[in-house]
C-alpha cells in the first residue's frame, strides 16, 4: 500500500524545547507518571469519523478537507483505502486505540443484508490490519442518525419497524465489535429525543430505549462478548432535547431501568459543557456513583452555543479531568477517544497530525500535573480539613445515624452560636496554577 502521507514522519518524543512541529513535546508513551506509563494513563483513541471521514462541510459550504481516500469513487474501494489511511495515521503517532460507527467504516447498501456483507468484508480488511499493528479497538458503536428512516429517532422513534431495524443494527454492531477484541461498546443517542412535545410520548420512548439496551446486554451476554456497555450524556444536538442530557439523567435512567449494574458512562467535555457543567463536574458525578467508563476528549468554544468538537488544548480542563481519572484509579477499560475535528481552515493531510500532536500533549501536561497536585496534598488536605467538623462530635453522631431531629435540636439549642471557615477559593486557584 502506498503512503497516504509521504510528508510526515514518525512522530516522536523530542521533549519540551522541540520547536519541531511534528514532535511530541509532553508525551512520552514509555514516560512514567506514578509508576505507570503515559500511554497506559492516557489510553488516547482515535475517532474514525471525524478523522477519516470528516471533509470540513457546514452550513455555508463544501468541504474543505484535502483527503486523498475520500476522492476514490467506487465506495468499497473508498472504504478499503480510508482505513489504510487510518493505520497509518495510528502508527506515525503511536495511537493505541481507534472508535468507529458501523456506517463510517462501510457503505449502505440496498438492503441490509448487502450493507451488512459490505460491513463484513471491511471487518476482515481490519482485522488483517490490527494483526500486524499495534492499534487496537477502544469501542464500537452503531451508527442511528444518519440515514432518513431514524429522523424520528431509532430505539426511541414512533415507529416499530424503526426500532426493529435498530435493534438489527445494534446486534451486528456487537458482533463485529466482539470481533476485532473491542474493550467497549458504546450507545449515544444520536436522535433519542424529541423536538416538539406535542407529537410525543416520552415515557413509551423511554421505557423503549431500555427495551434497546436490555437486549443489548442480553445479547452480549448470549455471544460472550466481554467487552464494557457504555452510555454516553449529550443534552441536544440533533435533537432539541436528547433524552441522555447529562451524566445524572443517564444515571437515574439506568437506575430506574435496572442497567446500573451494566451500563457505565461515556463523558465527553463538549457535552459537558453544553450542559451547562464543567468537564470534571460530569466525572467527578459518574466517578462517585461508580460509573466512569471512558472519555471523549474534546473542547467546545465558549462563544458558541454547538457542539463544535474540537482537539482539546486547554490545559486546565485536561488537569482537572486528569485529576478525577487519578482519583477514579484510571480509566481503562475505557480510554481517551478524541472525538474532535479540525477547523474547517485546517485542511492540509498533515493537519491531523498537528491535531493530534496537540491534544495528546495537553492531555501529558494535564496528566503531570493532576499526578503532582494529588501526590502533594495540597488540595486533598485542604478538603480533609474542610469537612472536619463530620469526624468527630455532633458531625460523627449524624453520620452514624445516632443523631436524628430531637437529638439535632437539643444541640442546636444549646450551640446556637455557628462559626463557619473561608472556603479559600482564590488561595486553591493559585495553588493549582503553580502545578499547571
Ligand atoms: C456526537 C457524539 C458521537 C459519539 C459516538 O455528538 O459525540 O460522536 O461519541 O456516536
Ligand atoms: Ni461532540
Ligand atoms: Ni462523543
Not at 508525551?27 to 471533509?55: C, P, Q, V
Not at 479497538?137 to 424503526?162: I, K
Not at 416538539?196 to 413509551?204: A, C, E, F, H, V
Not at 439523567?249 to 451494566?262: G, R, V, W
Request: net charge negative; with cysteine; glycine share 8%.
Amino acid at each position: 500500500m502506498t503512503s497516504f502521507f509521504p510528508e510526515v514522519p514518525e512522530i516522536k518524543f523530542e521533549g519540551p524545547d522541540s520547536r519541531n512541529p511534528l514532535a511530541f513535546k509532553y508525551y512520552n508513551a514509555e514516560g512514567k507518571i506514578g509508576g505507570k506509563s503515559m500511554k497506559d494513563h492516557l489510553r488516547f483513541s482515535i475517532a474514525y469519523w471525524h478523522t477519516m471521514n470528516g471533509g470540513g462541510v457546514d452550513p455555508f459550504g463544501v468541504a474543505t478537507m484535502v483527503r486523498p481516500w475520500l476522492t476514490i469513487s467506487d465506495p468499497m474501494e473508498q472504504a478499503r483505502a480510508r482505513m489504510h489511511a487510518m493505520f497509518e495515521i495510528g502508527q506515525k503517532l503511536g495511537m493505541p486505540f481507534f472508535c468507529f460507527h458501523d456506517r463510517d467504516i462501510a457503505p449502505e447498501g440496498e438492503t441490509l443484508a448487502e450493507t451488512n456483507k459490505n460491513l463484513d468484508e471491511i471487518i476482515a480488511l481490519t482485522k488483517k490490519l490490527m494483526a500486524d499493528s499495534e492499534l487496537k479497538l477502544l469501542w464500537g458503536t452503531a451508527c442511528l442518525f444518519t440515514h432518513p428512516r431514524f429522523v424520528h429517532g431509532a430505539a426511541t422513534s414512533c415507529n416499530a419497524d424503526v426500532f426493529a431495524y435498530a435493534a438489527a443494527q445494534v446486534k451486528k454492531a456487537i458482533e463485529v465489535t466482539a470481533e476485532l477484541g473491542g474493550a467497549n461498546y458504546v450507545f449515544w443517542g444520536g436522535r433519542e429525543g424529541y423536538d416538539t412535545l406535542l407529537n410525543t410520548d416520552m415515557k413509551l420512548e423511554l421505557d423503549n430505549l431500555a427495551r434497546l439496551l436490555h437486549m443489548a446486554v442480553a445479547y452480549k451476554k448470549e455471544i460472550g462478548f466481554t467487552g464494557q456497555l457504555l452510555i454516553e450524556p449529550k443534552p441536544l444536538e440533533p435533537t432539541k432535547h436528547q433524552y441522555d442530557r447529562d451524566v445524572a439523567t443517564c444515571i437515574a435512567f439506568l437506575k430506574t431501568y435496572d442497567l446500573d449494574t451494566e451500563l457505565k458512562i461515556n463523558i465527553e467535555q463538549n457535552h459537558a459543557t453544553l450542559a451547562g457543567h464543567t468537564y470534571a463536574h460530569e466525572i467527578m458525578t459518574a466517578r462517585i456513583y461508580g460509573l466512569l467508563g471512558s472519555l471523549d476528549a474534546n473542547q467546545g468554544d465558549y462563544l458558541v452555543g454547538w457542539d463544535t468538537d474540537q482537539l482539546p488544548t486547554d490545559i486546565y480542563e485536561a488537569t482537572f479531568a486528569m485529576y478525577e481519572v487519578l482519583k477514579n484509579g484510571g480509566i481503562a477499560p475505557g480510554g481517551m477517544n478524541f472525538d474532535a475535528k479540525l477547523r474547517r481552515g485546517s485542511f492540509e493531510p498533515a493537519d491531523i497530525f498537528h491535531g493530534f500532536v496537540a491534544g495528546m500533549d495537553t492531555y501529558a501536561r494535564g496528566l503531570k500535573a493532576a499526578h503532582a497536585l494529588l501526590e502533594s496534598g495540597e488540595l486533598e488536605d485542604f478538603r480533609k480539613q474542610r469537612y472536619a467538623s463530620w469526624n468527630s462530635g455532633i458531625g460523627k453522631q449524624i453520620i452514624d445515624g445516632k443523631a436524628g431531629f430531637a437529638e439535632l435540636e437539643k444541640y442546636a439549642l444549646e450551640n446556637s452560636s455557628i462559626k463557619n471557615t473561608s472556603g479559600r477559593q482564590e488561595v486553591l486557584e493559585a495553588i493549582v496554577n503553580r502545578y499547571i
